[in-house]
């Protein structure tokens, strides 16, 4: 089923190093990919309740209903990638990334735009905006995550791919954070300021694509479609006999709300609790710009410690850091240190996650005989939707419980509402990640070995 163009061991493609210039490129897929989805995580629900006038509560629910109404997308757009026929020289995945991005270009600025009708409106306007947003997204980041195992079947240079991509998202992440907020306000109409931020950011999202797909390869390649005909029942199927798929979704759902709502109301908080919300710019680039060491760190942990140690030893760090950070006072210095702290551990499993997907792609290819690379990255991006619909729905529903009022001065109870969401609910979520991959997570650096090596003697 795996084509390779030379039959010696030793000359496989699969097995072929990568070079540093390819390692780079991939990265800049996730560059690209955060300044497209990066700005619905940070600025979308401060839009929605700030600028469109939408209640926080009803805000949350857009998020909740339409991540969800995404997450059961992700597997259909996953397995359509998979039963594609007619596969051309541009390879299976890298053609969504050059036009795809254009497409979910041009509907991210869309996203940031609301009509001059009634809240009602408003709603309706936002719900099928993000549900397309969704689905646009799913078409070109479901193909670039599968695109890393098929890149290479190399354990060192999975890793190195892994590292490169989360250094890709936490650049765009750092960038984003720091220069959208002082561009909109240069304008005195938000309404004008925000969907020219946000168109500046695509151009760039796009051009970070463009460099992933002109300058990688797909090495191991896939000839015939899987056997088994396209159904929802193949797609269950598929999720049900991939244990550590299971596994990693559910680690997954708690720690990406946890990310994601760390993202979401970080700038809430420095408008409020500190009384600037161009603070978070200066803030944003400590604590982000910080957590680049975690993802320097992670090969040379990996190396020592192993995907799921290490990724546990990460949990810890930011669940420490968040605590701490929620039982002392508030204080900007303290509040960014420990955050910086905070952004350090979580970086690593985050890290981590794409090298396990690469892992669990080739022990579901193991199990069933079929490699499913978009079908499986799919269903893992399914829980990183549900997580996604889970953090902004919690936040906008936090929000409102909290008393939050938007553009006055907030209450006591409100400043203390916003900081535990920012870091005792990522705690507690990060607890049970924890738990979950130290208990329930089976395969290991040694098992993957193993697995290879059967595969390999099948090929």
Avoid at 123 to 143: D, E
Avoid at 289 to 318: D, E, N, Q, Y
Wanted: net charge positive.
């Amino acid at each position: 089923m795996l084509a390779t163009n030379n039959s010696q061991q030793e000359q496989n493609p699969k097995h072929e190093k990568i070079s540093i210039k390819e390692k780079v490129s991939y990265g800049f897929g996730d560059f690209g990919n955060g300044f497209l989805f990066d700005l619905g995580q940070l600025y979308l629900l401060k839009f929605l309740t700030d600028v469109a006038g939408i209640p926080a509560a009803a805000a949350g629910m857009i998020f909740l209903v339409s991540k969800l109404f995404n997450a059961v997308m992700d597997p259909i757009v996953g397995s359509s990638i998979d039963y594609r026929k007619n596969v051309g020289n541009r390879g299976k995945f890298r053609p969504y990334l050059l036009f795809g991005s254009f497409i979910l270009g041009i509907i991210t600025v869309l996203l940031f735009m609301s009509p001059a009708a009634s809240t009602t409106g408003k709603l309706i306007y936002a719900y099928v905006i993000y549900m397309i947003w969704g689905v646009a997204y799913s078409f070109t980041n479901i193909p670039y995550g599968s695109l890393g195992a098929a890149i290479t079947q190399d354990a060192s240079d999975r890793t190195s791919l892994a590292t490169f991509r989360q250094i890709g998202s936490l650049g765009a992440l750092l960038i984003t954070s720091v220069i959208v907020m002082p561009i909109i306000v240069q304008f005195e109409n938000p309404q004008v300021g925000y969907p020219v931020a946000m168109g500046m950011m695509a151009i760039i999202g796009i051009l970070g694509f463009y460099i992933c797909y002109r300058n990688t390869k797909e090495r191991v390649i896939v000839k015939e479609a899987p056997k088994e005909k396209i159904s929802v029942k193949s797609i269950i199927k598929t999720f049900i006999k991939n244990k550590p798929l299971l596994t990693l979704v559910l680690m997954t759902i708690f720690s990406i709300s946890a990310y994601n709502i760390k993202s979401a109301l970080l700038v809430y908080f420095a408008q409020y609790n500190l009384g600037n919300v161009t603070l978070v710019a200066n803030m944003s680039f400590i604590i982000i710009g910080s957590s680049f060491l975690g993802v320097i760190l992670m090969p040379k942990l990996v190396s020592k410690f192993g995907k799921k140690h290490t990724a546990m030893l990460g949990f810890a760090i930011c669940i420490a850091a968040d605590l701490v950070n929620f039982l002392i006072p508030t204080n900007i210095y303290s509040f960014t240190i420990l955050s910086a702290i905070a952004f350090i551990g979580i970086s690593i499993p985050n890290g981590i996650t794409w090298a396990l997907v690469s892992d669990i792609i080739d022990y579901g290819e193991w199990v069933s005989g079929d490699r499913k690379e978009a079908t499986t990255y799919s269903l893992f991006n399914f829980s990183r939707k549900l997580a996604q619909s889970l953090a902004g729905f919690l936040s906008g529903l936090g929000l409102s419980l909290i008393g939050y009022v938007p553009n006055v001065a907030q209450s006591a109870g409100t400043l203390l509402g916003i900081k535990g969401l920012l870091t005792l609910y990522p705690a507690v979520a990060l607890t049970i990640s924890l738990l979950i991959i130290g208990f329930m997570y089976k395969l290991t650096d040694e098992k993957h070995a193993e697995i290879m090596k059967d595969l390999n003697a099948k090929a």
